[in-house]
């Protein structure tokens, strides 16, 4: 190692195999860029701006609309200028910062699916005792308590991985800092890195997948034994929207950190699906199936209209 100069930046490559295909990738990412950033800015601000939304669902989704501003942004925009023929060198704190900011956004999400699960849980099983199990102050806790315990996890796999000596190559294969292509470029042993990631990005989100599954297993219980058929309906239609933004996200996840052995070519498309696509299609998958929501985006433009 004495050798080596320690790496103190790194080029990203980009997304494998696209050479000559430049300028339609950046028209496309750019595009699903805006319309995540739209969608969810509109989302956020519906709720905020419709006092009938300041409910326990909607604070969460709220926080959700946070997270899906966040995650496209951790990767997108260097993208973007490595696309137009900009620079392709990061820093060594910028690529912390990227493996850092999409685990930490990640993981948020992954706690926020599992504790909406819990509320359209105790909102269809004990309706009653709701507002009473679902206070502000439980709300509070619940969302702090997702940032606070992703901000560990991604803070453990980010200082696990940058402590790792790096003093070869500084070529990253991939196109954004995300843990492994770069622990890939490591000289030093990655064991503990391995066996840390398989505990935080395997184990914790099958606990959580498996606590959603508990969580639907009873509401599917709860809903059956309802008598009334608008009940259910309305029900039904309450989770339609959460179980769909659960597949959406567990469904790449699970096929990215659960099988390594891949072929790059499945691999990366499922990466930027659960980048750039998911977070643009969350907004659109809660508002088509809602009508409150459809109520407070009228309002949000009526507004917007008559301040003009």
Not at 8 to 26: A, E, K, S, V, Y
Not at 85 to 92: A, E, H
Not at 160 to 174: E, I, K, M, Q, R
Request: hydrophobic share 50%; net charge positive; proline share 5%.
């Amino acid at each position: 190692m004495a050798n080596h100069t320690m790496v103190t930046h790194f080029i990203l490559r980009g997304i494998p195999n696209t050479d000559g295909l430049q300028t339609i990738l950046f028209f496309t990412f750019l595009a699903f860029y805006l319309c995540t950033l739209l969608g969810n800015l509109l989302i956020f601000s519906a709720i905020l701006g419709d006092p009938r939304l300041h409910t326990p669902m909607y604070f969460f989704l709220c926080n959700l609309a946070v997270v899906d501003l966040g995650i496209p942004s951790v990767s997108i925009p260097k993208f973007l200028a490595i696309l137009s023929g900009q620079n392709n060198v990061i820093s060594l704190g910028g690529c912390m910062a990227q493996a850092f900011f999409y685990h930490f956004l990640g993981s948020t999400e992954c706690l926020l699916c599992t504790v909406m699960a819990f509320d359209r849980y105790v909102a269809i099983c004990h309706p009653l005792r709701y507002l009473l199990i679902m206070n502000r102050r439980v709300c509070t806790l619940l969302a702090t308590g997702t940032w606070i315990c992703s901000s560990f996890h991604a803070t453990i796999l980010a200082s696990l991985t940058f402590t790792l000596p790096y003093c070869g190559s500084n070529v990253v294969d991939y196109f954004f800092c995300d843990i492994f292509p770069v622990a890939k470029l490591a000289c030093g042993d990655t064991y503990i890195l391995e066996t840390v990631s398989f505990t935080n990005i395997g184990v914790v989100p099958m606990i959580c997948f498996s606590l959603i599954l508990v969580s639907y297993i009873r509401i599917a219980y709860c809903i059956l034994k309802m008598n009334a058929g608008e009940g259910r309906r309305k029900a039904a239609s309450t989770c339609a929207s959460h179980l769909a933004v659960v597949t959406l996200f567990f469904g790449p996840c699970a096929l990215i950190y659960t099988q390594p052995q891949l072929s790059e070519v499945l691999v990366t498309p499922l990466d930027v699906f659960g980048n750039v696509v998911t977070p643009m299609l969350n907004p659109a998958v809660y508002t088509l199936r809602n009508k409150e929501v459809k109520a407070g985006l009228r309002k949000l433009g009526g507004g917007l209209t008559m301040a003009h």
